[in-house]
């Protein structure tokens, strides 16, 4: 048996599609979905109508993760804290995308589960560890050897943390199938793994796969994400064309550059002109292009 593990799809239609194609042409029906469906990309609308398709007519599993958080306590406060601009904006956007149903199937999500199918070995998901949708393990990290040494199961799939690896910590099996919608690393090339079954254990295939990205970066251009989310949207962009991850780098810089200048930082109201100002420095362009060296800015 063959089972594809997705994470971290982020609104990415175009990189969530392609995965799914290669997997159904492979004949596989069980998939293991560890969360983070949405945010950052433009096309959350299309994303949970595959997730559906996949809950309604395969055999899946679902995980919330801390972006699905993040969506459900936006709610629970009365959808306040948010604003437009590229500190908020792409959650705002998304929120704005979703509909009640999709926020009720996230609600009844769990953070962790343990994955049993008859005569196969027991598998443990989560996004990013068992206790915290956004917590982080880090292959050699002593929280990552403390999870694994105290999992009831022999292998533990994750997700969060967007670079995709396999490794051990004694008995214990650890993989992180990557990031299908905004990969780090491999040139930004869609990923996700395949567990294949040796009957009393699972082998892993960690998959990289190319995507319409021209089609995703229209999906961009075409709606207003842009608009809500300039400096936000555009460093996401840059992720997708280069498999670099900028995002947080660029957005403590904005930070840093509003408080040397109006003496406090105080998320989300981080004004535009310093997003632009940490892009500019960046050498990365509205679109996510990078601006080379010998163009003076």
């Known amino acids: 048996m063959e089972v594809a593990v997705f994470s971290d799809i982020h609104s990415n239609y175009e990189a969530f599609r392609a995965c799914f194609e290669y997997c159904t042409t492979r004949g596989i029906d069980h998939y293991l979905l560890l969360g983070d469906y949405v945010t950052d990309c433009p096309d959350p609308e299309k994303t949970m109508e595959l997730i559906y398709i996949l809950r309604d007519y395969f055999r899946s599993v679902f995980i919330r993760g801390n972006r699905e958080d993040y969506l459900l306590d936006y709610r629970n406060r009365g959808e306040t804290g948010w604003i437009d601009g590229s500190a ?81 910590f004694r008995d214990r099996f650890c993989v992180n199938p990557g990031s299908v919608g905004v990969p780090w690393n491999a040139g930004g090339k869609a990923q996700f793994a395949i567990l294949r079954s040796t009957g009393d254990a699972w082998v892993e295939e960690l998959v990289q796969l190319d995507y319409d990205r021209e089609a995703e970066y229209r999906a961009f251009i075409e709606s207003d994400l842009m608009d809500r989310a300039p400096a936000w949207a555009a460093v996401t962009m840059h992720t997708l064309r280069t498999g670099i991850d900028l995002n947080e780098t660029v957005m403590l810089r904005a930070m840093q550059l509003c408080k040397e200048t109006e003496g406090e930082a105080v998320w989300p109201h981080i004004p535009e002109k310093y997003w ?14 990078e601006v080379p060296r010998n163009i003076p800015l």
């Open 88 to 168: 908020s904006g792409t959650l705002l956007y998304t929120y704005d995308h979703l509909t009640d149903r999709d926020l009720y199937f996230f609600e009844k999500l769990p953070i962790t589960t343990v994955w049993e199918e008859r005569g196969f070995p027991p598998v443990t998901l989560c996004h990013g560890t068992p206790e915290q949708s956004n917590g982080l393990m880090l292959r050699g990290e002593r929280n990552t050897r403390r999870i694994l040494s105290t999992m009831t199961t022999g292998m533990l799939l994750h997700g969060h943390h967007h670079e995709q690896e396999a490794y051990r």
């Open 276 to 289: 632009a100002q940490s892009l500019m420095e960046h050498r990365i362009d509205l679109q996510g292009r």
